[in-house]
């Protein structure tokens, strides 16, 4: 009987050989999950920008509609309770920019993959599926698909004649216009009555090339023959994934990567790039780090050399410990209480009361972003720097002292240069922390949309004041969209991807400055 | 090398007829109330060796460490009495204690040279002390790495690290950069006890040379050391100053039971 009690199941090797078997498994389990994790943001991200097969089928909506025959592309493929099921995205007369349906696999007949359909990419982010026929040129006469890039050309010397007068002409009128405005003088008037004349002149100038530019057309055909009219102007781009090489294929995913990175969103964060978010992240991430790193190190400094072993000093130190444990949405809130409506308020009535009650620093921006980061991130730095400081050998301080150094000039000239690496690895926990938040950023200026960058051309170019966009919103926001829409979700995925690169980058770079640092300042 | 030593020992030394460098008068000093140094009372000779003996913990060290007041880092650290040095007393509140520290350097019984460069090191104290000309630097360098024995090893490579060195250069590193502020009194806390014999007879030498630039203060656990290089010999036994004359005399024929004991190794 004793044989089969729990204690008799195991020798001490046994035992000691299944724990080091158990911690390895454990061990694996963690990497399997990581990769998982890694690998599905990377494949899901990474379709983001592949040209994705386009393809012909007819389904049912409902049991009672009628059959829909459609180019579509297929979303995901799952199975839902035994059954196949289909996510994708159609273009059809009704929904020509786009709908899409999860149906399962028999509900869909005739399914394959139909090289003549295209993804046509307008310039509003819109896209639609359909066969490219013919083009129509401002003569109205039809002209074969092979002279698209031809035509297109022309659309744009249009376009430019029109950017030019709203440039040059237009934004001259307007502002002369709103000078007299402002003077509000009677004497004035045939001065205005010609400035209007001149600013109707080139309006209708302007509205005749429009109407020049809208008769170069594209007709394109549904999968059930319907035909379709798209201005050449409004179009982007046309891609027939099905007619591209596998290089072909490559290279336009590589395009797509490039106009991913550097143009700004469109159709409410579901389409277009993400360069104003990726800018803001890494501006306020800069600006959080170059905030974050002298106040966090003078409070290391203080809290191991200067300051007395009492009582007081340990609890400055225990709240230091606790303040890394406080959830990031208290911070936004007391982002918001304090720098938003305390801080950037009183600014407001001592400084610039003469726009109130229009806000100036009284409202969420990336000045006030960065300074939440940086309390949120300040535990970090100091935790890190006190270990660095901690390291700094005892003989070197006193060989300092002993040359006639006083405590500062200790601490400047070699207590901080040999504690440097720990003062990185504490910034670099910084920026981890600070690129992956989200919540308390919206509280205090990051938003979905902004419509300027931070920096611009304008006088004092850097405008901290600004409203940003940060890629963490943005994935917050696309995971929202997912629910509803098909390209939100993948640019989500998209998203993601490039937020674990910028980290995954910014972190590096802090880690290469530490090995230089540690390698510069090396000790024995 | 012996007939170096033995040709020193000719001349007659009685402290009583060498020039003061430092006076120390009833010197007490505890730690956290524990008393370490008890009412010393004792003169420097200048431009001489001056050794430091006794057992582990007799307060040999701290007694070095006050005379440029190292002592003040320790947290609980109190002292009573008067060392005069220089015609004041430096135990005073007022003291300049940076000034007092470039005036007395220290060389510690671990090689610490700071992490920069070899020139920078030796730079370290003229820097603080707001000396950035190019060319005094550069000649104050070299002046202090020849002092230090250091200067032909060292002169191609004065741009690189100092933890290349090895322990006994590293040392002289050490010394170099306390000479380059020109001190008037060097301290030497058992400069040679991590270091290898063939090295620690070079610093010995190295110090037998420095004597007549600065008074040397040396603490030592080696009693052949403190034989061979010092001019004089002082013996603490639990803080206070049991003994104190030549070294000839004090080895030779000590005049306390104590001093016999430890020198003839009975403890210690």
């Known amino acids: 009987m004793s044989r089969f009690s729990p204690s008799h199941w195991f020798s001490s090797v046994q035992k000691q050989s299944f724990a080091i078997s158990f911690s390895a498994f454990m061990a694996l389990l ?22 994705a097969t386009i393809f012909k089928g007819e389904f049912r909506l409902s049991d009672e509609s009628a059959p829909v025959k459609a180019y579509m592309q297929i979303r995901n493929e799952f199975s839902r309770s035994g059954s196949e099921v289909i996510w994708f995205k159609y273009s059809n007369r009704d929904f020509p920019y786009g709908n899409q349906a999860m149906l399962e696999a028999t509900q869909i007949s005739g399914l394959q993959a139909a090289d003549d359909g295209a993804l046509i990419t307008l310039t509003d982010g819109r ?25 297109q050309e022309e659309v744009q010397r249009i376009t430019n004649q029109i950017e030019v007068i709203r440039t040059e002409r237009l934004s001259d009128i307007h502002q002369q216009l709103s000078e007299l405005d402002m003077r509000n003088v009677a004497a004035d008037a045939p001065a205005r009555i010609r400035l209007s004349r001149d600013f109707n002149k080139w309006q209708g100038l302007i509205s005749e090339l429009e109407i020049q530019r809208n008769q170069y057309r594209l007709t394109v055909a549904f999968a059930d023959g319907e035909r379709f009219d798209l201005a ?23 395009t797509a990567i490039g106009r991913f990175l550097t143009e700004a969103p469109k159709q409410a964060n579901t389409a277009g790039g993400v360069f104003p978010a990726l800018f803001g992240t890494v501006l306020m991430v ?48 007391f982002g918001l209480g304090f720098f938003v409506y305390a801080v950037g308020g ?91 938040e989200v919540a308390p950023l919206m509280l205090v200026g990051a938003v979905k949309f902004a419509p300027n960058l931070p920096i611009d051309g304008e006088f004092p170019y850097l405008h901290l004041d600004r409203q940003f966009m940060h890629l963490g919103v943005l994935i917050y926001d696309g995971a929202f969209h997912s629910q509803t829409d098909v390209k939100g979700s993948s640019m989500m995925f998209a998203t993601c991807l490039l937020l674990l690169l910028v980290v995954f980058i910014l972190n590096l770079l802090a880690v290469v400055m530490r090995m230089r640092l540690r390698k510069k300042y090396q000790q024995g | 090398m012996l007939k170096l030593f033995e040709h020193e020992h000719l001349d007659v030394k009685r402290l009583s007829d060498e020039e003061t460098a430092i006076e120390v008068r009833n010197l007490s000093l505890q730690f956290s109330d524990k008393p370490v140094l008890n009412d010393i009372s004792m003169r420097i000779p200048k431009h001489r060796i001056t050794a430091l003996i006794g057992q582990s913990g007799c307060g040999k060290s701290t007694l070095i460490s006050c005379f440029n007041r190292m002592n003040d880092l320790i947290s609980g650290c109190r002292y009573q009495g008067e060392i005069i040095l220089g015609g004041r007393d430096i135990n005073h509140k007022k003291e300049n204690v940076s000034r007092l520290r470039t005036q007395v350097g220290m060389v510690f019984q671990r090689p610490n040279p700071f992490p920069l460069s070899i020139y920078e090191n030796v730079c370290y104290g003229l820097r603080l002390q707001g000396v950035n000309g190019r060319r005094q630097l550069d000649d104050t360098v070299e002046q202090a790495l020849v002092d230090a024995a250091l200067w032909d090893e060292v002169k191609d490579r004065l741009f690189e690290s100092a933890q290349v060195l090895s322990g006994g250069q590293q040392q002289r590193l050490v010394i170099a950069r306390a000479l380059a502020l020109k001190p008037d009194i060097l301290l030497l806390d058992e400069p040679t006890s991590a270091l290898d014999p063939l090295t620690t007879l070079y610093i010995e030498e190295l110090m037998a040379g420095l004597k007549k630039r600065c008074s040397i203060i040396i603490v030592t656990h080696n009693m052949q050391q403190a034989a061979r290089v010092s001019d004089y010999t002082a013996f603490l036994h639990q803080g206070r100053l049991i003994e104190y004359s030549d070294s000839d005399s004090l080895f030779t024929m000590p005049h306390k039971k104590q001093t016999e004991d430890y020198i003839t190794g009975r403890y210690g």
């Open chain 1, 346 to 436: 009183n600014i407001d009535t001592l400084f610039f009361s003469h726009k109130l009650p229009a806000p100036t620093m009284g409202t969420p921006g990336l000045f006030w972003a960065s300074l939440t980061m940086a309390i949120l991130t300040l535990p970090v730095v100091i935790v890190a720097t006190e270990e660095g400081l901690r390291r700094v050998p005892e003989g070197l301080k006193a060989g300092s002292y002993a040359l006639g150094a006083t405590k500062a000039e200790t601490v400047m000239r070699t207590i901080l240069p040999i504690a440097s690496p720990g003062i990185m690895t504490g910034v670099i926990l910084a920026i981890a922390r600070a690129a992956g």
């Open chain 1, 127 to 151: 896209t639609v599926l359909a066969e490219p026929l013919s083009l129509q040129s401002a003569e109205r006469e039809e002209r074969a698909l092979e002279d698209y890039s031809l035509m």
């Open chain 1, 232 to 254: 050449l102007g409004d179009i982007d781009e046309i891609v027939r994934s099905g007619r591209l090489s596998y290089w072909q294929k490559w290279q336009a995913t590589l």
């Open chain 1, 286 to 333: 800069f600006v959080m780090t170059l905030i974050v790193t002298p106040f966090g190190v003078m409070a290391a400094v203080y809290l191991s050399e200067y300051a007395p072993n009492n009582a007081l000093t340990s609890v400055i130190r225990i709240s230091v410990s606790n303040m890394a444990g406080v959830p990031s949405i208290v911070y936004g809130v």
């Open chain 1, 30 to 51: 963690l990497t399997i999950a990581l990769g998982c994790l890694l690998l599905i943001i990377v494949s899901r991200g990474a379709t983001y920008f592949w040209p």
